[in-house]
């Protein structure tokens, strides 16, 4: 992301913003079996809490233009009033209020209809961030209505195609150091938002329809219907042979019904790993198979196979009641391939016994 500083008195200036939203959410970190060796992988990133209704309608307001705006309180030196241009859909950005510089703007433009999150965080609780929609044609800001002061999440699920700004004000005292976080990189339409990274460059949105989205990207679905989420089968199959034998082993998850997904995560696994991932936690009826079999030519000829998973129940199966119990059964979906590429669960063969080490999760911001 780059930022630009001008002055007010600089030529048209309009690019993107970067939008983020968050539900709470329980946060747990995944415990450990005394039976048998598990993998400690946290489910959650941090939350960052509840926060008021999506807004579904623009809130009427006076037409104000931007010079009027930034006079409001009416600085010193008007030549000192900063703006910024915003590349891309994510913002973070550190910057103060002060005596000559008492408001800040931040321009962007959407090319399609968004859901939007954003906040401002400071030391100085007068500190407020509100949205404008711009018209450069007449060089008019209107204010939507929604904003909200230091801390505190604002998000809007319609934002339309076109260009508009966040303004940063205070209601009292300036001179403190603020950031301004904001995401609006998902489609419009969001129902409400589920989790956000601690900077907002991550945020999971629901629809209506329960599909669930990782910023711009759909992931996965929430409902109960059957093959809801065909894009999540994974099957992992390893086969060795040796002269008139061989072993074989085969994991595999159809059917996959989602409870939740987390925010952008950092996976590393002996078996699989991926810069920029999402973690998937399943739910009951999601449907999962084990099958090992050895077979020897002899003589005397030898061969066995078994259905039966590391809980001692026989496959294909469906997820129980007791599945959900204790740790998370969890796919691990690689946001660069748009594949599921493990299954980190007391079910995984490799990771129950421990032959595989458990994996490392870190989020990002």
Same mark, same amino acid.
């Given at each position: 992301?780059?930022?630009k #500083? +001008? $002055?007010v008195?600089? &030529?048209?200036?309009?690019l993107?913003?970067?939008?983020v939203?968050a539900?709470p959410?329980?946060?747990?970190?995944?415990?450990s079996?005394?039976a048998v060796p598990?993998p400690?992988?946290q489910?959650?990133?941090?939350v960052i809490?509840?926060?008021?209704?999506?807004h579904t309608?623009w809130?009427?307001g006076i037409?104000?233009s931007?010079s009027?705006?930034?006079?409001k309180?009416k &600085?010193?030196?008007p030549a000192?009033?900063?703006n910024?241009?915003?590349?891309g859909?994510l913002?973070?950005h550190?910057?103060s209020?002060?005596?000559s510089n008492?408001?800040?703007? $931040?321009?962007?433009?959407v090319?399609?209809?968004r859901?939007?999150?954003?906040?401002?965080e400071?030391t100085n609780a007068s500190y407020?961030?509100?949205?404008?929609?711009? %018209?450069?044609? /007449?060089?008019?800001?209107?204010?939507?209505?929604?904003g909200n !002061?230091?801390g505190?999440?604002?998000?809007?699920?319609?934002?339309?195609?076109? %260009?508009f700004?966040l303004l940063?004000?205070? /209601?009292?005292?300036v001179?403190?150091?603020y950031?301004i976080q904001?995401n609006?990189?998902a489609?419009?339409?969001?129902?409400?938002?589920?989790?956000?990274?601690?900077l907002?460059?991550s945020?999971?949105? +629901?629809?209506a329809?329960n599909?669930l $989205?990782?910023n @711009?990207k759909?992931?996965?679905n929430?409902?109960?219907?059957?093959?809801?989420n065909?894009?999540?089968d994974w099957e992992?199959?390893?086969?060795?042979s040796?002269?008139?034998?061989?072993?074989?082993? !085969?994991h595999?998850i159809s059917?996959a019904?989602?409870n939740?997904?987390t925010t952008?995560?950092n996976y590393?696994? =002996?078996?699989?790993?991926?810069n920029?991932?999402v973690?998937?936690?399943?739910?009951e009826d999601?449907l999962? =198979?084990y099958h090992y079999?050895?077979?020897?030519?002899?003589?005397p000829?030898?061969?066995?196979?078994?259905?039966?998973d590391?809980?001692?129940? /026989?496959t &294909? #199966? #469906?997820?129980?009641?007791?599945?959900t119990?204790g @740790?998370? @059964?969890i796919?691990?979906y690689?946001? @660069?391939t748009n +594949?599921?590429i %493990?299954?980190v669960?007391?079910l995984?063969y490799?990771y129950?016994?421990?032959?595989?080490p458990a994996? /490392?999760?870190?989020?990002y911001n």
């Amino acid at each position: 992301m780059t930022l630009k #500083r +001008k $002055y007010v008195t600089t &030529p048209f200036i309009v690019l993107l913003l970067f939008f983020v939203m968050a539900l709470p959410i329980s946060a747990e970190a995944v415990p450990s079996n005394s039976a048998v060796p598990q993998p400690t992988v946290q489910v959650e990133p941090e939350v960052i809490g509840e926060v008021g209704s999506i807004h579904t309608d623009w809130e009427s307001g006076i037409a104000l233009s931007p010079s009027e705006l930034l006079q409001k309180p009416k &600085p010193a030196n008007p030549a000192s009033r900063l703006n910024y241009n915003v590349e891309g859909d994510l913002l973070f950005h550190s910057s103060s209020l002060t005596a000559s510089n008492p408001q800040n703007f $931040y321009f962007f433009s959407v090319a399609t209809p968004r859901s939007i999150i954003f906040r401002t965080e400071s030391t100085n609780a007068s500190y407020r961030v509100d949205l404008y929609q711009i %018209d450069w044609s /007449t060089g008019t800001a209107y204010p939507s209505g929604i904003g909200n !002061t230091s801390g505190n999440l604002s998000a809007a699920n319609n934002l339309p195609a076109g %260009d508009f700004g966040l303004l940063v004000t205070s /209601t009292g005292t300036v001179g403190a150091a603020y950031n301004i976080q904001s995401n609006a990189s998902a489609p419009s339409g969001a129902i409400s938002f589920t989790q956000s990274s601690s900077l907002l460059q991550s945020v999971v949105w +629901k629809y209506a329809n329960n599909d669930l $989205y990782l910023n @711009n990207k759909r992931i996965a679905n929430t409902s109960d219907a059957a093959n809801s989420n065909p894009q999540l089968d994974w099957e992992r199959v390893y086969y060795f042979s040796y002269g008139g034998g061989y072993n074989s082993r !085969t994991h595999s998850i159809s059917d996959a019904r989602v409870n939740y997904i987390t925010t952008a995560v950092n996976y590393q696994s =002996t078996y699989a790993s991926s810069n920029n991932a999402v973690l998937i936690v399943l739910k009951e009826d999601t449907l999962f =198979t084990y099958h090992y079999s050895t077979f020897a030519s002899g003589p005397p000829t030898q061969y066995f196979q078994t259905f039966v998973d590391t809980k001692g129940l /026989t496959t &294909p #199966r #469906r997820f129980g009641f007791l599945d959900t119990i204790g @740790n998370p @059964n969890i796919l691990v979906y690689d946001l @660069n391939t748009n +594949k599921v590429i %493990d299954f980190v669960s007391s079910l995984n063969y490799y990771y129950a016994n421990g032959i595989e080490p458990a994996p /490392t999760v870190n989020y990002y911001n």
